[in-house]
């Protein structure tokens, strides 16, 4: 089991950038694949962008390509997300979610393990 807590999120401008951190309790951290997901009021959960156990391969949302960047660090139990040039659509409760599998998947459902969030509201 891994319990993860999020953190970095705020209140920022168009075109700003954040960094979300993730940070991990245990010793098997490097085991998990690493993803974050967001969730706007009255929407579902959605994938934003996810990194495999060694770091050497991800995946993102089409939505963040090129403005998003994850990133771990095993030796701190830590996952980032650099997230730049934000836009409003970006507003939403941000979570760090960790998975079992070997390879860099999309689905909610692949993820077993979850931090209660963090909130980035970007204004225009």
């Known amino acids: 089991q891994v319990l993860l807590e999020e953190s970095g999120g705020g209140l920022v401008q168009a075109g700003d950038s954040l960094r979300l951190t993730c940070t991990a309790s245990g010793r098997t951290f490097s085991q998990y694949t690493m993803a974050w997901f967001h969730q706007a009021p009255g929407n579902e959960r959605e994938f934003v962008a996810a990194v495999t156990r060694s770091g050497g391969s991800t995946l993102y949302a089409d939505s963040v390509k090129g403005r998003f960047s994850i990133s771990r660090d095993n030796a701190k139990n830590t996952v980032y997300l650099q997230m730049n040039s934000l836009k409003p659509e970006d507003t939403a409760v941000y979570y760090c979610?960790?998975?079992?599998?070997?390879?860099?998947?999309?689905?909610?459902?692949?993820?077993?393990?979850w931090g209660q969030g963090t909130q980035v509201t970007v204004s225009s």
């Open positions: 979610a960790a998975s079992n599998l070997g390879w860099v998947v999309a689905g909610t459902g692949h993820y077993a393990y």
